[in-house]
């Protein structure tokens, strides 16, 4: 059970880190900032690049989270904490959100230009809550489940 727990932390770690890294790329900002002049770190400037590992990070958290529930829901054990909730909740905004900007993304759709930027907005807004939110269960010690 403890290896299967730290393995979660370990996958859902990774993904956030490789979500946040490459969605800021989407902005873009390496390359104002001279981030990707860092030696290393010039794909971080190549668009298409850190636009293909979000969505594949985001196809491994969508999977992740089916995961996840599906293995709370059957195990009927644990009840989840107030930060948790919180955190659910973020997360299902941002991928209900990217999945709108995947589909406004595809050839052929077209949607209105301040729907577009709303969902940027929310996406972005979700994404800082996140991560404040992450920062404090993780300062804080708290857990997703009692
Ligand atoms: C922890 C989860 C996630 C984080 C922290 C995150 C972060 C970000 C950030 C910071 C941006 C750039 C700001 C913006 O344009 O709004 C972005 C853009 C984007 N994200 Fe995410 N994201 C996450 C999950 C997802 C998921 C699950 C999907 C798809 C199912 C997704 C799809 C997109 C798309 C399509 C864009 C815009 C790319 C473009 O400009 O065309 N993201 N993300």
């Known amino acids: 059970m403890k290896t299967q727990g730290s393995l979660r932390k370990y996958i859902y770690g990774i993904t956030f880190f490789f979500l946040v890294l490459t969605g800021f790329g989407q902005m873009p900002v390496y390359k104002r900032y001279y981030i990707s002049d860092i030696p290393g770190l010039d794909w971080l400037s190549q668009f298409y690049v850190t636009h293909m590992i979000h969505y594949i990070a985001s196809g491994v958290l ?29 997360i299902a905004g941002l991928i209900i959100s990217g999945v709108f900007m995947v589909i406004r993304n595809l050839s ?25 939110v992450s920062l404090y269960t993780l300062i804080t010690k708290k857990s997703w489940i009692k």
């Not at 709370?72 to 659910?88: E, N």
């Open 62 to 90: 969508i999977a992740f989270a089916v995961y996840v529930v599906i293995s709370f829901i059957l195990s009927g054990t644990g009840r989840i904490t107030t930060s948790g909730y919180l955190k659910i909740f973020i």
């Open 108 to 132: 052929g759709i077209f949607l209105g230009h301040n729907l577009i930027i709303a969902f940027n907005l929310i996406h972005l807004g979700l994404c800082m809550m996140l991560m404040a």
